[in-house]
Protein backbone atom coordinates (compact mmCIF):
# COMPACT_ATOMS: atom_id res chain seq x y z
CA UNK A 1 0.00 0.00 0.00
CA UNK A 2 2.74 2.64 0.86
CA UNK A 3 4.62 1.63 -1.87
CA UNK A 4 1.82 2.17 -4.21
CA UNK A 5 1.18 5.51 -2.91
CA UNK A 6 4.88 6.40 -3.41
CA UNK A 7 5.26 5.37 -6.50
CA UNK A 8 1.83 7.11 -7.54
CA UNK A 9 3.12 10.80 -6.14
CA UNK A 10 6.62 9.82 -8.03
CA UNK A 11 4.41 9.85 -11.39
CA UNK A 12 2.39 12.59 -10.26
CA UNK A 13 6.06 15.08 -10.08
CA UNK A 14 7.13 13.06 -13.48
CA UNK A 15 4.09 14.46 -15.16
CA UNK A 16 4.03 17.73 -13.40
CA UNK A 17 7.62 18.73 -14.82
CA UNK A 18 6.84 16.74 -18.09
CA UNK A 19 3.78 19.76 -18.64
CA UNK A 20 6.44 22.48 -19.02
CA UNK A 21 9.31 20.96 -20.42
CA UNK A 22 8.79 19.60 -24.22
CA UNK A 23 11.30 18.93 -26.80
CA UNK A 24 11.48 20.65 -30.41
CA UNK A 25 14.11 20.07 -32.79
CA UNK A 26 15.45 23.16 -31.94
CA UNK A 27 15.86 22.65 -28.53
CA UNK A 28 14.90 18.72 -27.66
CA UNK A 29 14.84 17.76 -23.94
CA UNK A 30 17.29 15.62 -22.33
CA UNK A 31 15.59 13.27 -20.19
CA UNK A 32 17.96 11.85 -17.48
CA UNK A 33 16.55 8.63 -15.34
CA UNK A 34 18.41 7.03 -12.39
CA UNK A 35 17.49 3.28 -11.24
CA UNK A 36 18.72 1.52 -8.60
CA UNK A 37 21.71 0.12 -10.69
CA UNK A 38 21.94 2.42 -13.63
CA UNK A 39 22.00 5.72 -15.26
CA UNK A 40 20.03 6.78 -18.45
CA UNK A 41 19.80 9.43 -20.66
CA UNK A 42 18.60 10.22 -23.59
CA UNK A 43 17.96 13.75 -26.16
CA UNK A 44 14.63 13.22 -27.70
CA UNK A 45 12.53 15.27 -30.03
CA UNK A 46 9.12 15.41 -28.82
CA UNK A 47 7.66 17.08 -31.72
CA UNK A 48 9.35 14.30 -34.21
CA UNK A 49 8.76 11.60 -31.61
CA UNK A 50 12.66 10.56 -32.20
CA UNK A 51 15.89 10.06 -29.60
CA UNK A 52 18.43 11.91 -31.32
CA UNK A 53 21.16 10.49 -29.02
CA UNK A 54 21.27 8.35 -26.00
CA UNK A 55 24.00 7.15 -23.46
CA UNK A 56 23.68 4.32 -20.80
CA UNK A 57 25.70 2.54 -17.99
CA UNK A 58 24.57 -0.63 -19.95
CA UNK A 59 25.92 0.47 -22.95
CA UNK A 60 28.68 -1.82 -23.65
CA UNK A 61 32.07 0.56 -23.91
CA UNK A 62 30.75 1.60 -20.56
CA UNK A 63 30.01 -1.59 -18.58
CA UNK A 64 33.50 -2.50 -18.50
CA UNK A 65 34.14 0.77 -16.14
CA UNK A 66 31.23 -0.48 -13.61
CA UNK A 67 29.67 2.19 -13.24
CA UNK A 68 26.78 3.06 -10.59
CA UNK A 69 24.17 5.78 -10.28
CA UNK A 70 25.99 7.76 -7.78
CA UNK A 71 27.58 11.29 -8.77
CA UNK A 72 30.29 10.29 -9.78
CA UNK A 73 28.63 7.98 -12.51
CA UNK A 74 26.35 10.71 -13.38
CA UNK A 75 29.38 13.07 -14.09
CA UNK A 76 30.60 10.21 -16.56
CA UNK A 77 27.92 9.72 -18.40
CA UNK A 78 26.85 13.41 -18.54
CA UNK A 79 30.10 13.96 -20.35
CA UNK A 80 29.18 11.12 -22.54
CA UNK A 81 26.33 12.10 -23.66
CA UNK A 82 26.74 15.69 -24.30
CA UNK A 83 29.86 14.65 -26.70
CA UNK A 84 27.25 11.87 -28.14
CA UNK A 85 24.57 15.02 -28.43
CA UNK A 86 27.13 17.40 -30.15
CA UNK A 87 28.45 14.22 -32.54
CA UNK A 88 24.36 14.50 -33.74
CA UNK A 89 24.27 18.15 -34.13
CA UNK A 90 22.61 19.04 -30.65
CA UNK A 91 23.81 22.34 -29.14
CA UNK A 92 20.87 23.29 -26.92
CA UNK A 93 18.47 21.17 -24.32
CA UNK A 94 15.90 21.65 -21.97
CA UNK A 95 16.68 19.43 -19.15
CA UNK A 96 13.86 17.10 -17.90
CA UNK A 97 15.10 16.29 -14.40
CA UNK A 98 12.39 13.26 -14.09
CA UNK A 99 10.38 14.40 -11.23
CA UNK A 100 13.56 14.46 -9.41
CA UNK A 101 14.91 17.21 -7.03
CA UNK A 102 18.11 19.42 -8.60
CA UNK A 103 20.54 18.63 -6.50
CA UNK A 104 23.05 15.51 -5.72
CA UNK A 105 23.20 13.20 -8.75
CA UNK A 106 21.08 14.62 -11.27
CA UNK A 107 22.99 17.93 -10.34
CA UNK A 108 26.02 16.54 -10.89
CA UNK A 109 24.75 14.75 -14.26
CA UNK A 110 23.22 18.39 -15.77
CA UNK A 111 26.93 20.07 -14.69
CA UNK A 112 28.85 17.79 -16.26
CA UNK A 113 26.73 18.08 -19.73
CA UNK A 114 27.57 22.14 -19.57
CA UNK A 115 30.51 21.38 -19.04
CA UNK A 116 31.05 19.56 -22.06
CA UNK A 117 29.29 22.14 -24.30
CA UNK A 118 25.22 21.31 -23.70
CA UNK A 119 23.54 24.58 -23.10
CA UNK A 120 20.44 24.57 -21.07
Keep these: MKLALKQKLAQKRRWRVRRKVIGSAERPRLSVRFSQRHIHA ?3 DDRAG ?3 AAASTQAK ?3 DQK ?3 NAAGAIALGQRLASTA ?3 GV ?3 VFDRGG ?3 HG ?3 AFADAARAAGLQF
Design 67 to 69: LKP
Design 86 to 88: KAA
Design 100 to 102: RRF
Design 42 to 44: QVI
Design 61 to 63: DLR
Design 91 to 93: TAV
Design 50 to 52: RTL
Design 105 to 107: CVK
